[in-house]
């Protein structure tokens, strides 16, 4: 087969580090092809060279075996290249149209119409099925990874390129995300999976090409490399895919929900007479189907939302409406749904935002000045117990590292206050097995140490290996609690759907 795409010993520096070291990557006509790595690995970065968002320092570039010069987006999509970024590029209050028609509207006239057809029907073709005229804001996040897709088909893109493509998805819409990627291999397209969940490289990628720090491993023929084989190249030793954990010990309540009821962002109500303790010593874990009510739930515990009616206790103290801070300094701590948006100040380093939460008081601040020294020892602390890897070390702006290496940061910030309880939502999206491991252990340990933890995801197989118990939601509801040693991932799959566990089990 002939190649589409070589980078050939691509070098790329940054400030104190190596990005790229050498590294060769060669994609073959009609395959999907990817690229598997630890967070930091370097997997974006070389992406972003072949995409003209940076020059690589060093190496060569061939599309369909002629070498090219890439110096910005517009000369990659010249040559057939399209990228769908880890965060998407979209302009929320515009229509699905008006996305993908941006900068490439042609003549003074804006005809709308036509270009809605052209969608329309490449949607039909590709088995994406969106609507052209409906707005971005109003659409899922699902929904809004298939219009990056249509604006690179709608630009005639052949090489694709999928940066982290189910970091934000639903199970549901990342089987669907597969099927689509198959759909465009028959159409005579060719993929670049740039991932590290091993289980999407085995059910869609022909090859793959695992970096470590920045350097080229190997090549290997997925279909007959083992996840652990990919697992160990990838972080350089064996990893375990099983939680290890003694049986749970519950003592007295930390959390406590009575009779919750949240309204949601349409004036209704998102979670409906909510009960649930979470005990010391335990990890109760909540399943559903994504905006089943987690996110209204997870917001009224942590202060994000008022709450209806009902009450929200911490160690039998209420704090139904008291301040985030105040819930804070009672002993939460909360790892939030959006990293981005609720986790980190973006704009600031990675010092600032470490003792976003204590700074205020001592050891960090006395009489209102801040105690340097201290807050960057205590960001180094966190950031090398957590592997937390950036160009310029914790004076490197929040927004300028990598989605996993962000989400490092923050699970590192959370578990350094020692809360009482700790919220985790999806504590572990967008990082790979070696940081997975880490996080799932450092959970268990807090919950061992006899603090609480509230774990919600979306990935049954996370529920399944953290929790001691699961809460299974539905429509706002809470339709049961089982214990996790008695039941298995065909019950709580039902139960996500609105059955009850007496009926299951009948």
């Known amino acids: 087969m002939s190649h589409v795409i070589e980078m050939l010993n691509i070098r790329k520096e940054f400030p104190g580090i190596v990005a790229n070291d050498d590294i060769t990557l060669q994609v073959e006509q009609g395959e999907i092809h990817a690229i598997l ?14 995409f003209g968002l940076y020059h690589a320092d060093k190496g060569i570039i061939k599309v369909r075996g002629k070498e090219v010069h890439i110096s910005s987006p517009n000369d990659a999509s010249d040559l057939g290249i399209g990228m769908v970024h880890q965060h998407f590029q979209l302009v929320q209050n515009f229509t699905v149209t008006e996305n993908i028609i941006l900068g490439r509207e042609g003549s003074f006239v804006l005809d709308r119409k036509s270009a809605a057809s052209k969608i329309k029907a490449l949607s039909e073709q590709y088995g994406l099925k969106i609507d052209p005229n409906s707005k971005i804001e109003d659409i899922t996040v699902g929904m809004q990874q298939r219009v990056e897709i249509l604006k690179m088909l709608y ?7 999928f940066d982290e493509p189910t970091a934000v998805l639903t199970p549901q819409e990342i089987d669907e995300l597969m099927q689509i990627m198959r759909n465009l291999i028959k159409e005579g397209k060719s993929i670049i999976l740039i991932t590290h969940k091993l ?13 470590r720090r920045g350097k080229m491993i190997g090549v290997v023929e997925v279909a007959g490399t083992s ?33 919750v009821n949240v309204m949601n962002i349409k004036k209704v109500l998102g979670v409906k007479n909510f009960s649930l303790q979470v005990r010391e010593h335990e990890i109760v874990g909540i399943a559903g189907v994504d905006g089943n009510g987690q996110s209204e739930l997870v917001e009224a515990i942590s202060g994000l939302r008022p709450v209806a009616s009902g009450t929200i206790s911490i160690n039998g103290n209420d704090i139904t ?29 990675l010092s600032a935002n470490m003792v ?15 105690n340097e020294d201290l807050i960057n020892k205590h960001a180094q602390d966190i950031c090398d117990a957590f592997d937390v890897r950036s160009g310029e070390g914790i004076e490197s702006l929040a927004g300028k590292l990598s989605g996993g290496n962000q989400q490092k940061a923050i699970v590192g910030r959370e578990m350094a206050l020692e809360p009482d ?12 097995v070696g940081a997975i491991e880490y996080i799932h252990k450092r959970l268990v340990e807090h919950r061992d140490k006899g603090h609480a933890v509230l774990l919600v995801s979306f990935e049954l197989d996370e529920i399944f290996n953290l929790s001691d118990r699961i809460a299974v939601m ?32 009948a």
């Open 356 to 370: 976003i939460k204590e700074y205020y008081r001592p050891p960090f601040s006395k009489y209102g000045i801040l």
């Open 227 to 259: 996840q652990a084989k990919m697992a160990a190249m990838m972080v350089g030793r064996p990893v375990s895919f099983k939680v290890d954990k003694k049986p749970a010990k519950p003592g007295k309540p930390v959390l406590e929900l009575k009779d």
């Open 421 to 432: 309880l700790i919220i985790a939502v999806q504590p572990t999206r967008g990082l790979d």
């Open 199 to 211: 289980n999407e490289i085995k059910a869609v990628a022909d090859r793959c090409t695992v970096i």
């Open 37 to 50: 790595g630890e967070n930091g690995a370097g997997k974006s970065t070389l992406m972003s060279i072949l």
């Open 321 to 349: 409406h008291i301040s985030i801070r105040a819930r804070n300094e009672a002993g939460l701590g909360h790892i939030p749904e959006d990293r981005q948006k609720r986790g980190l100040v973006m704009t600031a380093p």
């Open 474 to 505: 539905n429509s706002g509801e809470l339709i049961d609690v089982v214990e996790t040693s008695a039941t298995d991932e065909e019950k709580v799959g039902l139960m996500m759907a609105g059955v009850k566990s007496k009926e299951v089990t």
């Open 155 to 161: 630009r005639d893109a052949e090489i694709l390129i």
